[in-house]
C-alpha cells in the first residue's frame, strides 16, 4: 500500500516538499475514514462494532440522522461508540449542508430516512418521530 501511494505522489514532483506532505496526509486521512457514498457511516472498522451493537438492540437510529442508546444497560464503551458516531455524523451533515446551503438538521433527517429504510436490518431499532424505539 505504501509503495502504491508513493507511486501516486511521484506523479506530483513538481509540488515542493512541503506540498507533497501535506497530500500525502489528506490521501493518508481520507484512506483511514471512508464514508459510503450519500450515507453516514463510520470506518468499515467502527461499522462492525456500530451493527454489533444494533443486532444486540442497543443502538438505535433516530428520526434527526444520530444514534441513540435504546436500553438503559448500555455500558461506557457503548456510551462512546455513540458519541464518537455523533460526532463524525454533525461533522459530516455540516460539511454537506454548507456545500448544499441548506440546515445541517436538514441533511440529517433525510439521512435517517435512508438509513432506516435502506440499511436497518429486521430486528434493528429505529426511534419514531414520537421519541419510541420500534424494532423493525
Same mark, same amino acid.
Given at each position: 500500500?505504501?509503495?502504491?501511494?508513493?507511486?501516486?505522489?511521484?506523479?506530483?514532483?513538481?509540488?515542493?516538499?512541503?506540498?507533497?506532505?501535506?497530500?500525502?496526509?489528506?490521501?493518508?486521512?481520507?484512506?483511514?475514514?471512508?464514508?459510503?457514498?450519500?450515507?453516514?457511516?463510520?470506518?468499515?472498522?467502527?461499522?462492525?462494532?456500530? +451493527?454489533?451493537?444494533?443486532?444486540?438492540?442497543?443502538?438505535?437510529?433516530?428520526? +434527526?440522522?444520530?444514534?441513540?442508546?435504546?436500553?438503559?444497560?448500555?455500558?461506557?464503551?457503548?456510551?462512546?461508540?455513540?458519541?464518537?458516531?455523533?460526532?463524525?455524523?454533525?461533522?459530516?451533515?455540516?460539511?454537506?449542508?454548507?456545500?448544499?446551503?441548506?440546515?445541517?438538521?436538514?441533511?440529517?433527517?433525510?439521512?435517517?430516512?435512508?438509513?432506516?429504510?435502506?440499511?436497518?436490518?429486521?430486528?434493528?431499532?429505529?426511534?419514531?418521530?414520537?421519541?419510541?424505539?420500534?424494532?423493525?
Amino acid at each position: 500500500m505504501f509503495a502504491a501511494n508513493m507511486r501516486i505522489l511521484s506523479r506530483f514532483r513538481h509540488l515542493s516538499r512541503h506540498n507533497t506532505l501535506s497530500l500525502a496526509l489528506g490521501l493518508a486521512v481520507l484512506l483511514a475514514v471512508p464514508l459510503a457514498s450519500n450515507t453516514i457511516f463510520v470506518a468499515p472498522a467502527a461499522a462492525e462494532t456500530l +451493527d454489533g451493537a444494533r443486532a444486540k438492540g442497543l443502538i438505535g437510529e433516530r428520526p +434527526d440522522g444520530y444514534v441513540g442508546i435504546v436500553s438503559g444497560n448500555a455500558g461506557a464503551d457503548i456510551q462512546t461508540l455513540v458519541q464518537n458516531i455523533n460526532q463524525q455524523r454533525r461533522a459530516k451533515y455540516e460539511q454537506i449542508a454548507k456545500q448544499k446551503g441548506v440546515p445541517a438538521e436538514q441533511i440529517g433527517a433525510i439521512t435517517a430516512e435512508k438509513i432506516i429504510q435502506e440499511k436497518l436490518q429486521p430486528g434493528w431499532y429505529f426511534m419514531d418521530s414520537g421519541g419510541k424505539w420500534i424494532k423493525k
